[in-house]
């Protein structure tokens, strides 16, 4: 006979005490706590229902017993290719049998119409895909489907937020493919919690977690992001899955980045790109058009970085903008696409280490396109951007740049020099202002290597040297 014990589990932070009290002694909430008749055997792990097909939330999954590592089939996590080239480039190849991978990004950034995307690529190659829409109606899901194409027969939607009806259909169905959107408003009526709440979000999880690895289905779980841009609900997501997702980009600008924050399947870092339009995303293979397309040769402060993102290298435009500081006191710093205490340590070393940039000035800088720079290769570009700005003299406009600058002014290598020039000289850049150990072997480009910025600046856009 199954023991069971009463619990009290928070709805705030799913951590579990033994007797009730007003505030949760792990996240700090105030009345958090719900009693709850849990299995013992289930122990920290959930609910202790099963749902129909294998599924329930806290049920587990297992093998049937020890094997030599040596003797098992690695066939079983060959990717399988959904049809969608740039989905499939970030995934290693496609989507893994009973692999489970979470979707992330800001509202209306076109996570919804991705996966539908992908349903309809399944769909159409013949195989059963199903669609747990727990925020739109059918009709809502169809009119948003028809601007995609045919529909295919094997597309199916099922409407609603109960996880047991949820978990029926995928059984009941034999589906090859599930997508739920979202995973935050999807509710198990075991669980004494609200829709939303992590309780819910983790129970709701290990569900379709189980049913993925028991059925041997992939399972796409749509999610929200915070407003600092996190997962919702989701360090707890993030452990569970197989694969993490997150489609990011400006809602005011067409393009769209696709990227693989965690990846058990294949490597991460790989980046996707897509076009938003009418009907709907569009895989992207040279995004020469889309970054540079409306560049302005001859403006200063407008500098050309060949930045790489995974295995790809874009050439996109940083642009800096100078002009009298309205408090002197405080000079305004505004960063758009790079880190804003990237740029202040920059406009440090430019005004310590070379003769370019005094102080006293408001500071905009910028990505063009809508993307976001993180890596340290974007320093020299940055720095030329804002020398030009202030002097008035703009960079050649067949020039990039790029190399990391270091506190002292040195300019130092940086991984993917190669495919970065060969990506610039491919469109046409026919100089690169790089670090002075970057190899030879560009014959259709002139590199003008560089050990201090404040060489750069002189050679680039005839500054003064500083005196020592």
Known sequence: MARSRVVHRCSSCAAVSVRWAGRCPACGDW??????????DAGEAGTGRRGAGGGGAGGGWRAAGPLPLAEVDAAGSQPRPTGLVEFDRVLAGGLVAGSVVLLGGEPGVGKSTLSLQVLRSVAAHGRRALLV????????????????????????????????????AVAATD????????????????????AGSLTQVRACAEAFV?????????????????????????RTL??????????????????RLLRAVKHRFGPTGELGLFEMGEAGLTAVADPYRLLLGDRRPGAAGSVV??????????????QALVAPAVFPAQPRRSAQGV????????????????????????????????????????????????????????????????????????VRQVPHAPRRLAEAARVGFRRAVVPGAVPEGFPDLHLVRVRTVDEALHLTLDVPRRAA
């Open 305 to 318: 970085l060949p930045a790489v993102e995974g295995q790809r290298a874009l050439l996109v435009e940083l």
């Open 133 to 168: 829409s727990a925020e739109e109606s059918p009709h809502q899901v169809r009119l948003r489907a028809q601007r995609l194409g045919p529909l295919p027969a094997s597309l199916l939607v099922l409407a609603g937020t109960d996880l047991d009806a949820a978990l029926e």
């Open 31 to 40: 009345n958090t706590l719900v009693a709850r008749t849990e299995s013992a």
């Open 210 to 234: 189980e049913v993925a690895k028991r059925r041997r289905v992939p399972v796409v779980l749509v999610g929200h992001v915070t407003k600092d841009g996190a997962l919702a609900g989701p």
């Open 339 to 410: 880190e804003g205490g990237r740029l202040a340590q920059l406009l440090a070393v430019l005004q310590r280490r070379t003769s370019a940039v005094p102080g006293g000035l408001d500071v905009f800088a910028s990505v063009v396109g809508g993307l976001r720079v993180a890596e340290p290769a974007a320093d020299l570009a940055l720095a030329l951007a804002l020398a030009s700005a202030v002097t008035g003299v703009p960079v050649p406009p067949d020039v990039v740049a790029f190399g990391e600058v270091g506190l002292g002014g040195e």
């Open 175 to 194: 589906a090859q493919l599930v997508v739920v959107d979202s995973v935050q408003t999807i509710a198990d009526r075991s669980v004494g919690a609200p």
């Open 238 to 255: 993030e452990h569970l899955v197989d694969t993490v997702l997150t489609v990011e980009g400006d809602r005011h600008y067409a393009l």
